[in-house]
């Protein structure tokens, strides 16, 4: 696996803390979120960041106990099942616009806003996007 840059290693934590932060809450409750290097200046932590979430259950009773693991490998994953189209990853043509802009770009260009990151997120985990 080629080494990562410190830009795209930037760019793919901010890809996670949007998603967890403002793009994955309607469907999922996060029971561990590690982003920071727990510093009291709070340093991002651009290798060892993860969360846990734990997805609602199609019937919508609560969340499902056994709780799924978001790090760098799922938004990476994510990544490129859209911006393959991978046929359960296809997204609005704004959303994939956006998203590809982003990634080549490490974020300089495109729009990663909290809906393009729930994108991510669920391809990565899912392999498909399942809510919204």
Request: net charge negative.
């Amino acid at each position: 696996m080629p080494k990562l840059s410190p830009e795209r290693k930037e760019f793919l934590h901010g890809v996670f803390t949007t998603a967890l932060e403002g793009g994955i809450g309607y469907w999922s409750q996060a029971s561990k979120y590690r982003w920071s290097q727990g510093d009291e200046a709070q340093t991002e932590d651009l290798d060892g960041f993860i969360a846990v979430v734990h997805p609602l259950n199609d019937d919508e009773s609560g969340y499902v106990k056994k709780g799924l693991t978001v790090n760098r490998a799922v938004i990476q994953r994510g990544l490129r099942l859209i911006g393959d189209r991978a046929e359960k990853c296809t997204v609005r043509d704004d959303i994939y616009r956006n998203i590809v802009a982003a990634d080549r770009s490490n974020g300089e260009q495109g729009d990663m806003d909290a809906e393009c990151a729930d994108c991510i997120v669920q391809a990565g985990l899912f392999g498909e996007i399942i809510y919204g």
